[in-house]
């Protein structure tokens, strides 16, 4: 059961990138992220707002800086995605699989393997495969790159903070301060506007309910049921369902040079993810 609600949570996942690229064609980005996440602090308020007073000022910090981290990300990656295709989107994002263990290297010096330098290779060569294709632009691609190494980076950070802060409160001020910069930046933007039309609020709906909310509490629940490393490789599948619902609903056709370099990203992420599995069991035990 734990494992079927996670594999309903990445092809939600994969799904939205096609809703949130064709609702921001239509609602301005930084409105769209600021209403999206309105949307899961409010939902995610009903059942954690009497948990925050537990988290205390150190508590409040570190949910400040996974926020941050996690508006960066969706900030970037939302803004390659209206300049690059659904499917390139998607698997450049799965690419925090490889980054996981680097930064993990980098800051807390944890021990890499053979296997994560095998898949950084095989992602620079899909990455590369990738740029070569016309759909889409190399600018978008990157957007998505520096979105993924943030993402890559709150994960590591959300594995020092899990054990000390409960999970829920943690995740709610985490969600609060990235509506809450995303609001700011829409307001000095003069962006913010009620959205209309079913694209936009059927997006914002999924997004925010089901993409981010519900998503996090079922990551929650399923966590107590299941491994780590088997947890992170079921979200790798967000990469394939990103691919398939941007064949089949967005018509991404990248080419057999395109598809090629998605392709030599997806092997570079499954031959990193052990690695990347335990580099985050380790981060958890630490103190």
Do not use: H
């Given at each position: 059961?734990?494992?079927?609600a996670l594999?309903?949570?990445t092809v939600?996942?994969?799904?939205?990138?096609?809703?949130?690229?064709?609702?921001v064609e239509?609602?301005p980005?930084?409105a769209f992220?600021?209403?999206?996440?309105?949307?899961?602090?409010?939902v995610?308020?009903?059942?954690?707002?009497?948990r925050?007073?537990?988290?205390?000022?150190s508590?409040?910090?570190?949910?400040?800086?996974?926020?941050?981290l996690r508006?960066?990300?969706i900030g970037?990656?939302?803004?390659g995605?209206?300049?690059?295709?659904?499917?390139?989107?998607?698997?450049?994002t799965?690419?925090?699989?490889?980054?996981?263990?680097?930064?993990?290297?980098?800051?807390?010096?944890?021990r890499?393997?053979?296997?994560?330098?095998?898949?950084?290779?095989l992602s620079?060569?899909g990455?590369?495969?990738l740029?070569g294709?016309?759909?889409?632009?190399?600018?978008?691609?990157?957007?998505?790159?520096?979105?993924?190494?943030?993402?890559?980076l709150?994960?590591?950070?959300?594995?020092r903070?899990?054990?000390?802060?409960?999970?829920?409160?943690?995740?709610?001020?985490?969600?609060?301060?990235?509506?809450?910069g995303?609001?700011?930046?829409?307001?000095?933007?003069?962006?913010?506007?009620?959205?209309?039309?079913?694209?936009?609020?059927?997006?914002?709906?999924?997004?925010?309910?089901?993409?981010?909310?519900?998503?996090?509490?079922?990551?929650?629940?399923?966590?107590?049921?299941?491994?780590?490393?088997?947890?992170?490789l079921?979200?790798?599948?967000?990469?394939?369902w990103?691919?398939?619902?941007?064949?089949?609903?967005?018509?991404?056709?990248?080419?057999?040079?395109g598809?090629?370099?998605?392709?030599?990203i997806?092997a570079?992420?499954v031959?990193a993810?052990?690695a990347?599995?335990?580099?985050?069991?380790?981060?958890?035990?630490?103190?």
């Amino acid at each position: 059961m734990a494992l079927l609600a996670l594999i309903a949570v990445t092809v939600v996942w994969g799904v939205t990138f096609v809703q949130v690229k064709d609702a921001v064609e239509i609602y301005p980005l930084f409105a769209f992220l600021a209403v999206r996440y309105a949307i899961a602090t409010g939902v995610l308020g009903l059942v954690g707002a009497r948990r925050v007073r537990t988290l205390g000022r150190s508590g409040f910090v570190a949910g400040g800086v996974l926020g941050v981290l996690r508006g960066v990300g969706i900030g970037l990656q939302t803004a390659g995605l209206e300049r690059t295709t659904v499917s390139s989107t998607g698997f450049i994002t799965g690419l925090y699989v490889v980054f996981t263990p680097l930064f993990g290297l980098m800051l807390f010096r944890t021990r890499v393997g053979a296997e994560v330098w095998l898949g950084v290779v095989l992602s620079v060569v899909g990455l590369g495969m990738l740029s070569g294709v016309q759909v889409g632009s190399t600018t978008g691609d990157l957007l998505v790159l520096a979105s993924t190494s943030a993402q890559a980076l709150q994960i590591v950070m959300v594995e020092r903070y899990a054990n000390r802060y409960d999970a829920i409160a943690l995740t709610l001020v985490e969600m609060a301060t990235c509506f809450l910069g995303f609001l700011v930046i829409a307001i000095a933007l003069g962006d913010l506007s009620v959205a209309r039309g079913w694209t936009a609020k059927g997006a914002l709906i999924v997004t925010g309910v089901f993409a981010s909310a519900f998503a996090f509490l079922i990551q929650v629940w399923a966590q107590r049921r299941i491994s780590a490393a088997r947890i992170a490789l079921v979200f790798a599948l967000e990469t394939v369902w990103a691919g398939f619902f941007g064949f089949v609903l967005d018509g991404d056709r990248l080419g057999w040079l395109g598809w090629g370099g998605c392709a030599a990203i997806l092997a570079g992420i499954v031959v990193a993810e052990p690695a990347a599995a335990g580099v985050l069991r380790r981060l958890a035990r630490r103190p």
